[in-house]
């Protein structure tokens, strides 16, 4: 009982901290809600007030940045599926179209999730790194490489077979 009361005296501390991050005010009751769901069935909580506040901070943020993650998953499919199947975008698309797809295709999948997310979704270099979860230097590099690899294939240089290299 006294842990709960430890969440109840929090309580007015948490929403404040879940709206200074939430984008919608509707949210920030779910993400509170949930939040403290986390934490009562936790059992390695921390039992202090001092430690479990930011231990429930930490919470609050991890639910709002996976929440964040699932939309954002969940709407480049949607957009992806979209123009799959959109006849017309099929209809327009012309032969160099349907090459550079397929060239995108032989990319290394590490490759081609970074110019998806930076070229094709046009996502800043930092959201990219917070996707991925690296410095954004790291992301600066990755996509220079990306781009310098999908263009070697659209210029013909990565088509040779490697087997006649070792001939």
């Known amino acids: 009982m006294a842990r709960e009361r430890l969440l109840m005296t929090l309580l007015p501390e948490l929403r404040s901290y879940a709206l200074s991050i939430c984008r919608k005010g509707d949210e920030v009751d779910d993400l509170v809600q949930d939040a403290i769901e986390r934490a009562l069935q936790s059992g390695t909580r921390p039992r ?5 506040r930011p231990w429930m901070f930490r919470v609050i943020r991890n639910l709002h940045y996976d929440e964040l993650r699932k939309t954002r998953v969940r709407r480049e499919y949607s957009a992806r599926e979209k123009r799959l199947s959109d006849v017309t975008a099929i209809q327009w698309g012309t032969e160099s179209d349907i090459q550079m797809r397929m060239l ?5 999948p590490e490759t081609r999730e970074i110019l998806f997310l930076i070229d094709i979704m046009e996502l ?7 996707i991925l979860d690296v410095p954004q230097g790291t992301i600066m ?3 220079s490489r990306a781009r310098r690899a999908l263009r070697d294939l659209v210029e013909g240089v ?5 087997t006649e290299d070792q001939v």
């Open 141 to 143: 590099s990755r996509i």
């Open 158 to 162: 990565g088509t040779q077979d490697s």
């Open 48 to 52: 202090q007030l001092a430690a479990l």
């Open 124 to 130: 800043k270099y930092r959201e990219a790194a917070e």
């Open 104 to 108: 995108f295709q032989r990319l290394p």
